[in-house]
């Protein structure tokens, strides 16, 4: 069975603090999807990383895969209270299912 | 943006009957995927789509479900006799390639079975 585990499950930190999502896994994926999801919505696709150690860039956001490909994070810089959400990572192999974390629910405080 | 849609949005059904989940994927898509999430868990899997043909389905994907893709766009999901457990948002995904091609969610559809 794959797993991944997403850690922390909640974050509250202040405006223009930095942070970081982590996402592991004892398997191996062909690629990581990163979403957000607000309440009510589906899943918004954020980045997709494929290659061992890629790193990917989205503004103040920055994902990287793992150099096994079994791991990822987020890391967000400067975070804003336009940042709070629910961030979920979800690893597929090929063109199969995605297997999800559990999420991050963070919160920005003004 | 293309994106994916679903109706309804929200379907409330007695327990025992049975509900039709409609989604249109994204044109040019060729896999298509339902998932469900029970208020509060994780996004689970339930049926991968290809070519007119199930890919992959998981444990929850029982005799009780179905998928179909009737005409070139719409591909629903069907629960024959709905039970209490199967109150759930469900997605839709769709993906164009599907190896290593992110996949584009709808925004659900919120079953609620009493």
């Known amino acids: 069975t794959q797993l991944l585990e997403q850690s922390p499950q909640f974050l509250s930190i202040q405006e223009g603090e930095n942070l970081t999502v982590y996402c592991n896994s004892s398997?191996?994926?062909?690629?990581l999807q990163w979403y957000r999801q607000e309440p009510g919505e589906g899943p918004v696709l954020l980045v997709t990383?494929?290659?061992?150690?890629e790193v990917k860039k989205l503004k103040r956001l920055t994902f990287q895969f793992g150099d096994a490909r079994k791991d990822s994070s987020l890391h967000i810089t400067a975070a804003q209270p336009g940042d709070t959400g629910l961030y979920l990572c979800?690893?597929?192999?090929?063109?199969?299912?995605?297997?999800f974390g559990q999420g991050t629910r963070l919160t920005i405080n003004p | 943006e293309p994106e994916v849609t679903q109706t309804p949005s929200h379907q409330v059904t007695q327990m025992g009957q049975e509900v039709i989940l409609r989604c249109v994927p994204i044109?040019?898509?060729?896999?298509f995927y339902w998932y469900r999430q029970i208020l509060g868990q994780k996004v689970e899997f339930l049926v991968s789509?290809?070519?007119?043909?199930?890919?992959?389905k998981s444990e929850i994907f029982d005799d009780q479900f179905s998928v179909e893709r009737p005409d070139g766009s719409n591909f629903t999901l069907k629960i024959r006799s709905t039970k209490l457990e199967d109150s759930a948002m469900y997605f839709c995904?769709?993906?164009?390639?599907?190896?290593?091609?992110?996949?584009?969610f709808g925004d659900g559809t919120r079953l609620s079975i009493l």
């Open positions: 995904a769709s993906t164009r390639t599907g190896i290593n091609q992110p996949q584009h």
């Open positions: 398997s191996v994926f062909s690629s």
């Open positions: 990383v494929v290659t061992g150690g």
């Open positions: 979800a690893g597929a192999r090929g063109a199969q299912k995605l297997v």
């Open positions: 044109s040019n898509h060729l896999y």
């Open positions: 789509f290809y070519n007119n043909e199930i890919s992959e």
